[in-house]
């Protein structure tokens, strides 16, 4: 079945430095892809999506590609900020009822 | 503009006892969704709601009952409570799917302890 692998955290990194974040996924077909950031003591909100091959979704300095032919959409931004510190999901959504398969989650910590 | 509304925010329960955790949805989105989050193994989805009338089971229905008592409203109730299901919980809607996928828009979740 339809599966999202995730790089396990946390991940802790210094201020201004490069992040990234993997995410591969097993799906039949074309799914469209998600990440989702949760900041502590909040619910999930939506970061970015591609719905196709070779689309980038972008938001707040954060930026994936939809690769097809490594089935990935890794996260990554050029410089954190501590304000980036959450929990950092990566879901596909495939199917008819438009259900989101979810990675288990990858804790980011910035250090100032 | 209230987006996903729920209740309570935290609950402890005792082993056997019942609750009923509410959600409400100021979107008009059709679809709603129950997740619960445990450490290290992200969003399991457990019940969603297509539509007004209707529910289905998603990947951990068991020990759980929903009812979509209208657009709005999709509740989620524990009939017998167990240890297992401490967890946090959120409530998620969305909108008619479309060409670019499911956005979905969550609440802040209901902490849930089971003694």
């Known amino acids: 079945g339809d599966s999202v692998t995730q790089m396990e955290g946390p991940v802790t990194l210094s201020e201004e430095a490069c992040l990234t974040i993997n995410c591969t996924y097993t799906a039949t077909g074309y799914p469209s892809l998600f990440w989702y950031v949760q900041y502590p003591g909040e619910g999930l909100q939506l970061l970015l999506k591609a719905t196709k091959a070779d689309d980038k979704g972008s938001n707040k300095g954060f930026e994936a590609t939809y690769r097809k032919e490594t089935t990935s959409f890794h996260l990554e931004k050029g410089s954190v900020q501590v304000s980036d510190s959450a929990v950092y999901f990566c879901a596909l959504s495939r199917g008819s009822n438009y259900q989101l398969i979810w990675g288990a989650g990858t804790k980011l910590i910035i250090k100032p | ?115």
């Open chain 2, 1 to 115: 503009n209230a987006g996903v509304t729920q209740t309570p925010k935290f609950q402890v329960l005792k082993t056997g006892q019942s609750m009923t955790l509410q959600c409400a949805q100021d979107m008009n989105h059709n679809s709603m969704y129950w997740y619960r989050q445990d450490p290290g193994m992200g969003l399991r989805l457990i019940y969603y709601s297509a539509s007004e009338g209707t529910t289905d089971k998603g990947e951990v229905p068991n020990g759980y009952n929903v009812s979509r008592l209208n657009k709005r409203e999709f509740s989620l109730r524990l009939e017998s409570a167990a240890p297992s299901q401490t967890s946090v919980y959120f409530c998620a809607s969305s909108e008619q799917p479309g060409t670019s996928g499911p956005k979905q828009f969550f609440g802040p979740g209901t902490r849930l302890t089971v003694l």
